[in-house]
């Protein structure tokens, strides 16, 4: 630009200023909408090793599992509290635990008959989740994670990514799984209908002694949806995802119930994960019935997938964390499932890449303008 242009634009910006009157206030950018969440973790328990791996990454929200089990009674006391104790020698806030109804499958969970509706025995095991509840409210926990399922996690193999040092990722293809043949569980066929009746006697339960003890129980959903009943089992929140946790949701009209938020499951169940989480993280936000996320990217969508890390799958994060941020979510986003590898530390560098991406995300989306 000529000195006399430069000149001439300097001029006129000098006239524009002028312009504003004494006392005039000038508009400012909008300032960044609040960030409230934070990154946090399930994995590793709250071992002296764990806790120290979580400071070194930054992580100072987690879910520390559970406390021992009193067989009879319920949660050891003694032992959450030295929980929270050895949590908070290093800055780390215990905001939750998981029940034990995981999604180990009906063979393998501590309480099986709650899912199998068998009772007297479910009863018993209620009255079990009722005290850990009291137990989870004295050693100041949030949140209590769970499933309410009969098979496990689904996975038909797993799928190798020489770009990515030969990570190894959990892989679904439900025509491979309908091949295999695979024998019922002791539920025999459950419909629909049932897994509804036998979560809500459940929670019918359980949702009056967290609204008293103001304890936020967080349903993970089915992983992953099916088209259709699978060992003779459908899964509540199939075949159409958003529509079961519709169902789910609408059980009560509770500030304490509400969901394990796992973006990967959910994106499992549909057709174009990037643009169709959108609207479900929307819809619960405004609700206020995410109470947790699992932040887990996949390759693919309903009926066929990969596990894969959080930057090379096919949803944007940057777009999810933007969402969750404007329905004011202010809970812990954590990794879930991480990649595989042969390596005896991956696991371990798996989740540390995962914080990191988790805090940079966090970090840009809080320095967005409004």
């Known amino acids: 630009m000529k000195r006399k ?38 994995s590793g328990g709250t071992t002296k090793e764990n806790l120290e791996l979580k400071g070194r990454c930054g992580v100072y929200n987690i879910d520390g599992g559970s ?21 908070e020698k290093y800055g780390i806030s215990l905001d939750a635990y998981h029940y034990p109804l995981t999604s180990a499958g009906i063979d393998r969970v501590e ?3 709650m899912m199998l509706g068998k ?17 989870a409210a004295k050693t100041g926990i949030k949140v209590l994670n769970y499933n309410t399922t009969i098979l496990p996690v689904l996975r038909t193999g797993k799928t190798i990514d020489p770009k990515r040092g030969n990570a190894e990722y959990s892989t679904w293809v439900w025509e491979e799984a309908i091949k295999r043949n695979d024998p019922k569980t002791v539920a025999g066929d459950v419909s629909i209908d049932q897994m509804f009746e036998r979560i809500t006697y459940i929670l019918d339960r359980l949702i009056p002694v967290a ?5 936020k129980l967080a349903n993970h959903i089915a992983d992953p949806p099916v088209p259709a009943a699978y060992r003779g089992i459908m899964r509540w929140n199939s075949p159409d995802v958003f529509e079961g946790m519709k169902r789910f949701a609408q059980l009560y009209k509770s500030p304490y119930h509400g969901f394990n938020f796992c973006i990967g499951s959910i994106a499992e169940g549909l ?31 309903f009926n066929n997938f990969q596990e894969v890390y959080p ?31 042969e390596n005896k530390e991956a696991s371990a560098q798996s989740f540390a890449f995962c914080y990191g991406y988790i805090k940079g995300l966090l970090q840009m989306v809080a320095e967005d303008v409004a």
């Open 111 to 113: 309480y099986p008959n």
């Open 119 to 135: 009772s007297p025995e479910r009863d018993r095991e209620i009255e079990y989740l009722q005290q850990m509840i009291m137990v």
């Open 211 to 215: 609204e008293e003890y103001k304890i």
């Open 67 to 87: 406390p021992k089990i009193i067989p009879g009674k319920g949660w050891d006391l003694e032992d959450s509290l030295a929980k929270r104790d050895a949590c």
């Open 5 to 42: 242009d430069f000149m001439k634009v300097l001029a006129a910006g000098s006239v524009g200023a002028s312009a504003i009157k004494p006392g005039q206030a000038q508009a400012r950018p909008a300032p960044p909408r609040k960030v409230l969440m934070k990154v946090g973790c399930q």
């Open 311 to 341: 930057d090379n799958g096919d949803m944007n994060f940057v777009q999810v964390i933007r969402a969750l941020r404007d329905v004011g979510f202010d809970g812990m986003v954590m990794p879930d499932h991480v990649p595989h590898h």
């Open 271 to 301: 057709k174009d994960p990037r643009t169709e989480i959108l609207p479900i993280i929307k819809y619960f936000g405004d609700r206020n019935q995410i109470f947790n996320i699992h932040l887990r990217n996949i390759k693919g969508g």
